[in-house]
């Protein structure tokens, strides 16, 4: 097996951080990286804290309930897919979900959240491209979710996140990305209640860079900071 070096890893994501980041006149403070830790051990998870990572992302909510109590305090990013059934797992542990794409999640959000009496961040997941996947809505169905979102109490609306087809073609995924910070843009124009137009969520290992640069300022990115992930531990 490979030894992957941590330390090493996240100095060049660092760097390219920067250099896109100035590329799009902006600075290095002004995008947050999510470091993706999921299917990674609490001890890899900490060896990253240490070196100075201040928001992991989990796709998973039981991945978030079962490693919390053996990592460094931290904030938490729940990334993936998240049943409604799932929720209370992780309503007192993040510190934003990124995946929000129906008005039952949206309610669910908001039960748990009165229970636990705390507000919680969410984004809004769209699917922008319009491939073929589970998650996400369409830049069409994106208003209903911020209208309704102006009736709940305990669920902020904080931004946008999208995940862009895997390619390799770059030009493609730029256009993804430019239409969504258009998306981003527009909203925040129209003012809806309850809803800041704060986070834009995108860009991965295979293209934080371009995100970056068509005005992303959160990044999403795991296996270039720890390698890549073996999922045959995973149950
Ligand atoms: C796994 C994952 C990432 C990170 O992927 P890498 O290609 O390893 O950087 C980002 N976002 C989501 C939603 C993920 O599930």
Redesign the pocket.
Known sequence: MIKVSIAENLEDVEKRISAAAKRSGRKREDITLVA?T?THPAEMMNEAIKLGVTDI?E?KPQEVRDKYDSVLPVKWHL??HLQTNKVKYVIDKVCLI??VDSIKLMDEIERQAEKHNLDMDILIQVNISGEETKSGISKEEVEDLLKYAGKLKHVKVKGLMT?APKTDNSVTNRLHFDNMRQLFVDIKQKKYDNVNMVYLSMG???DFETAIECGANMV?????IFGA?DYSQNK
């Open positions: 993706v999921k992302g796709n990334i993936g990124h995946s995940i991965m290992s295979g999403r990115v795991g296996s270039a992930r």
